[in-house]
């Protein structure tokens, strides 16, 4: 089955640690993007891919950093920069030509930083 | 800069009554994608519209694009509770050179028996 796995779904952390969160997709997208999901609020775009070992910074990427080394792998790390970073955090991919862009979704992680 | 707003952001409403949720947008796109968010879940796929006019039924919910006024609407006929969640539009954009998605705010839906 294609689809788009994140891991873990539940982490803990101390203020002042560095986090990483995994997400990896077996569907052959080129492109991919993390965002940042707060109760009650809309997503935010804090990075994406396009192509390997090339990425952009979205609208709120301060305190986070990501690697693009794979086609299937899209790390994103949640330093300890990030001022807020308690947050749910989506990873998505997509195609990027053949006219439909659209994002797939994966189950998500849950961040507790206290 | 894109805006996508949606309106109500916040709707409740009883089983079997009709309702629907709007979301207009600031720039040119003939794509727009509607999401369901489930408490606590990740966004699953509802509809893509691709073209002005483009219309879409699954069930109770019925989502249409008019592109000339930049507004796709989701209507939900006959709700049942089941139908209770977070409803996103988002358009596609080409943005500083980049395909992204430009999400709403997201409209609550709740369905009380």
């Known amino acids: 089955d294609g689809g788009i796995t994140q891991s873990p779904k539940y982490l803990f952390r101390k203020e002042g640690q560095n986090v990483t969160l995994s997400c990896e997709q077996n569907?052959?997208?080129?492109?991919m993007y993390w965002y940042r999901q707060d109760p009650g609020q809309g997503l935010r775009l804090i990075y994406y891919s396009q192509i390997v070992n090339d990425f952009q910074k979205g609208d709120i990427a301060e305190g986070y950093s990501v690697s693009r080394e794979k086609k299937e792998s899209f790390p994103l790390t949640v330093t300890s920069a990030q001022k807020n970073p308690t947050a749910f955090y989506l990873c998505?991919?997509?195609?990027?030509?053949?006219?439909?862009?659209?994002?797939?979704f994966g189950p998500g992680t849950r961040l507790t930083v206290t | 800069e894109l805006k996508v707003e949606q309106n109500p952001l916040f709707l409740s409403m009883q089983e079997g009554k009709n309702y629907t949720i709007y979301c207009n947008y600031s720039?040119?796109?003939?794509?727009l994608y509607w999401y369901r968010q489930d408490p606590g879940k990740s966004l699953e796929s509802l509809f893509v519209?691709?073209?002005?006019?483009a219309v879409k039924q699954e069930g109770r919910l019925m989502a249409s694009l008019d592109t000339k006024a930049r507004l796709s609407t989701l209507h939900i006929t006959a709700a049942v509770h089941d139908l209770s969640a977070t409803y996103f539009c988002?358009?596609?954009?080409?943005?500083?050179?980049?395909?992204?998605?430009?999400f709403g705010q997201g409209t609550r839906l709740t369905i009380n028996p």
């Open positions: 988002a358009v596609d954009a080409v943005i500083q050179g980049a395909q992204k998605l430009v």
């Open positions: 519209l691709l073209s002005n006019g």
């Open positions: 998505a991919s997509s195609k990027t030509s053949g006219g439909l862009y659209e994002q797939y």
């Open positions: 720039t040119t796109s003939d794509r």
């Open positions: 569907l052959n997208h080129d492109a």
